[in-house]
Nanobody, 129 residues
Framework: QVQLVESGGGLVQAGDSLRLSCAAS?????????????MGWFRQAPGKEREFVAA??????LYADSVKGRFTISRDNAKNTVYLQMNSLKPEDTAVYYC???????????????????WGQGTRVTVSS
């Protein structure tokens, strides 16, 4: 099992920055190690489906086109934590942001929610214009 706890959301103005954190824990990491898991960030705006934001695999980073150049995903494996640095925030970035941990026995694209087995409870980000 894996537990994910997000933090760092809040209310900001357009153009501001926020850094989200996701602390991961669980027995699964004692088997494979946190560093071997692909971690992702998704978001869900009111009335919309959950959408991919960013992911960090063993060897590469992936971003949605809408956040490329503004958001940066990173991780601190010593702390079992993944971050999402969000700069130049826009009102359309308003959403609940979810951290996700991959399903190692699953196949498919890291851009899709089905590739992830564990989810945090979400942290709300509101960007005012």
């Amino acid at each position: 099992q894996v537990q994910l706890v997000e933090s760092g959301g809040g209310l900001v103005q357009a153009g501001d920055s926020l850094r989200l954190s996701c602390a991961a824990s669980g027995r699964a990491f004692s088997t494979y190690g946190f560093s071997t898991y692909t971690m992702g960030w998704f978001r869900q705006a009111p009335g919309k489906e959950r959408e991919f934001v960013a992911a960090l695999t063993w060897s590469r980073t992936l971003y949605a086109d809408s956040v490329k150049g503004r958001f940066t995903i990173s991780r601190d494996n010593a702390k079992n934590t993944v971050y999402l640095q969000m700069n130049s925030l826009k009102p359309e970035d308003t959403a609940v942001y979810y951290c996700a941990c991959e399903c190692k026995s699953c196949s498919g694209s890291y851009y899709l929610p089905g590739r992830y087995a564990y989810w945090g409870q979400g942290t709300r980000v509101t960007v005012s214009s």
